[in-house]
């Protein structure tokens, strides 16, 4: 009963959509997707109380969600593997609180997952086992007390403590976390939920979406949804979903599935999918349906950041790119709904963009990151891939960037130098990392030489690492960074730079063929100064350097089109590209990988799968950053939009509106005959070309 007033309540919400008062926002209400958009709040509701927080043990609880979610994965029949070393949450843990001045203490009220023991003053005084959530002490003699200590132990769960009020309420930071290989550290903190359910184990609330009939037994849910399938049938039904109608019209056989079908019955003639589905399109094999419906997944997002124009088609796919990154956020930023739903770090340098110009909230972006590196590299790289090593420095920086987020920077730190560490053991006498000792380079789907892009990306992860040093006061790892970088940028240029092609190549050992992903990333790192704009441009517009393999790269490929002041052609290949996605029947998010070239028999195929490929991406969702970064230059200079440049180049656009996050407030852009009105949130400062503005303040300057 409770779930389905929920269900209620979310269409209600959703049949009377408010809006953020922003003219972006405004204007692109006609091309939203999501049937839980929200602009001027959360939607869902989050389902937390106001109140004393949990602790857990620092990434302990995000550990766990990863773990269940490689569970769910499994359960789900997905085809996916997911290498690397990833931590494993401990089942034993302390919460201690140590005070100067003694309190007494008569009766004690805590709430826990675990067996507890409780030590005042060190000594014990209760066991308490396992089970309720609430558990009273209480004392025949008071103690004073100067230090309370919890030592908790469980089966397959993060350990957890809640103390709702007094003085030792867990709101207070005087509590530590330990465990026996771990030192005194502040734990985390998580809000109480409504439900009472521990905040591990918190669960996305469904919405509720209806279908279109299309012919006997085949329904269309109007867009890509992650959810569960509900049927009302009289029989024992079986379905076939899909992302595309012909993946759901498929002839089934155990190879061609990409997810369970499995369903479970719930009561006389009601049944439910097992597990939660990515498809738009449903198909009732089996059973005369009643009727269907079904539970979308989504976890609570305000869609903060919008994006209109006269470009028409340029709205849409900004629109349906945001979309596409809404599915894959849960607590995480992960990849695929129908395949992945799991966090890779090379996925997440585009998607923490993506998310930072639409929803603007850094809290999947932070959990991502900690979880994905916090059993370190000692072992295996970063999902298993070198590559990835890499790009999770460079995302710690960006995140910066972005979101401004000190505390998380200092937890992290120890673990960012030992990365460093460990991959300049990797590196040959020129400072170069060496690929012959790598498990899985990846860079792209591609099959190229990739020997020159990944010290590329080396260049940009040590200059990365410099900017976090100076973040926290290590200088004295900064200089060595700094002159690391320095040496490798100089060698590197002197090996893989041909001055006469005008071009980075493959290999600065045995440089062969010109590198398109080498240039694409020496322009957006900074590695390439303005001085060879020209000769990467010429070689990014032409044919000459092998093509980029997916819509991933495509992101980037943009960026550095227009950072090279080829304005035209970035936006063109915005077209070509995701407006190419767009034209395919059906399409509502992008795809892992496309390609206008392939026929209609293998558009849907990947990994040698006739339904291989995933048509909802998080790395695919680009342009929802791209467009408002190439078109109005926007960018941060200082951590958390604290400074800011705009610099506006509309190209055949005759007017256009956009909001961005930031953790100051939202900038907002609205062009139109040539005059630009420019939001700067408070404590912000613009920079347009020599001009300087300071927030909060709202200008009408002509272009």
């Known amino acids: 009963m409770i779930k389905n007033l929920i269900l209620i309540l979310v269409v209600c919400v959703f049949g009377h959509q408010s809006f953020a008062q922003t003219k972006a926002h405004e204007r692109s209400k006609k091309y939203i997707i999501d049937p839980a958009y929200q602009s001027s709040g959360n939607l869902p509701v989050k389902q937390e109380v106001v109140g004393a927080k949990w602790l857990y043990g620092y990434t302990e609880l995000q550990c766990w969600r990863l773990q269940q979610l490689r569970k769910d994965v499994d359960e789900a029949k997905l085809k996916v593997g997911y290498p690397g070393e990833y931590h494993q949450p401990y089942a034993k843990a302390s919460f201690i609180y140590v005070v100067k001045k003694p309190v007494t203490v008569k009766n004690l009220r805590f709430y826990t997952n675990a067996t507890a023991k409780v030590k005042i003053n060190g000594k014990p005084v209760e066991v308490i086992q396992q089970g309720k959530q609430e558990q009273t002490i209480a004392l025949a003699i008071p103690i004073e007390a100067s230090q309370i200590e919890f030592e908790l132990s469980t089966t397959a769960e993060p350990p957890c403590l809640l103390i709702k009020d007094g003085p030792f309420n867990t709101n207070n930071t005087i509590w530590k976390w330990k465990t026996e290989n771990e030192p005194l550290q502040v734990p985390e903190q998580f809000s109480q939920l409504k439900n009472g359910a521990f905040p591990h184990q918190n669960q996305p609330t469904e919405t509720n979406v209806l279908a279109k009939k299309l012919e006997t037994n085949v329904f269309d849910f109007g867009r890509e949804l992650l959810a569960y399938v509900y049927l009302e049938v009289k029989d024992q039904p079986s379905i076939c979903v899909g992302e595309s109608l012909a993946e759901a019209n498929q002839t089934i056989t155990d190879k061609s599935l990409e997810q369970t079908m499995e369903l479970i019955p719930l009561s006389a003639g009601k049944w439910r999918s097992k597990v939660p589905l990515a498809f738009r399109y449903v198909k009732v094999t089996s059973g005369i349906v009643k009727s269907i419906r079904v539970g979308a997944l989504f976890y609570p997002a305000q869609y903060r950041g919008a994006f209109a124009s006269s470009d028409t088609l340029l709205n849409r796919i900004w629109m349906n790119s945001a979309y596409t990154l809404r599915l894959c956020r849960n607590e995480f930023l992960n990849d695929g709904i129908k395949r992945d739903r799991l966090p890779w770090a090379g996925d997440l340098a585009m998607s923490m963009m993506v998310n930072a110009f639409t929803f603007g909230d850094a809290e999947p972006v932070k959990n991502s990151l900690a979880v994905l590196n916090r059993a370190g590299i000692k072992k295996q790289d970063i999902n298993g891939i070198i590559d990835y090593d890499l790009w999770w420095l460079i995302s710690e920086n960006q995140y910066q960037l972005y979101y401004k987020d000190i505390e998380h920077l200092n937890r992290q730190w120890p673990r960012i130098k030992e990365t460093m560490e460990i991959l300049k053991t990797k590196c040959d006498s020129l400072g170069m990392i060496n690929v012959k000792n ?11 030489n990739k020997t020159s892009t990944l010290q590329v990306l080396w260049w940009w992860a040590q200059q990365s690492a410099v900017e976090l040093a100076k973040r926290v006061g290590d200088g004295n790892a900064a200089k060595i960074w700094q002159a690391s970088a320095m040496d490798l940028k100089k060698d590197l240029t002197q090996r893989a730079w041909n001055e006469n092609e005008g071009s980075w190549m493959d290999d600065p050992y045995t440089p062969k063929n010109l590198s398109r992903h080498a240039n694409i990333l020496a322009v957006i790192s900074g590695l390439s100064g303005e001085s060879k704009y020209e000769q990467i441009g010429s070689i ?25 002041d080829n304005l035209n052609s970035s936006i063109q290949a915005v077209n070509d590209i995701w407006g190419g996605m767009l034209k395919v029947p059906g399409t509502t998010t992008f795809w892992e990988a496309y390609s206008p070239r392939e026929t209609a028999a293998k558009m849907y195929s990947f990994y040698s799968r006739p339904f291989g490929k995933s048509l909802c991406h998080a790395w695919s969702s680009g342009p929802a950053a791209v467009l408002p970064t190439v078109l109005l230059g926007l960018r941060p200079l200082t951590d958390g939009w604290k400074t800011f440049e705009i610099s506006p180049k509309l190209g ?28 700067v949130p408070k404590d912000c400062i613009a920079y347009w070309g020599n001009q300087k503005f300071i927030g909060p303040l709202t200008i009408t300057k002509k272009l």
Not at 543 to 561: D, H, I, Q, R
């Open 540 to 564: 990014l517009r032409g044919k000459s350097a092998p093509a980029v393999g997916t819509p991933y790269m495509s992101g980037f490929e943009v960026l550095a089109l227009a950072k090279t």
């Open 652 to 679: 055949s656009i005759s007017w256009l509106s956009s909001a961005i996050p930031t953790p100051q407030g939202t900038i907002t852009v609205d062009i139109s005959d040539g005059i630009m009105n420019l939001t």
């Open 438 to 448: 790598t498990k899985w380079l990846f860079i792209d789907w591609v099959k190229v």
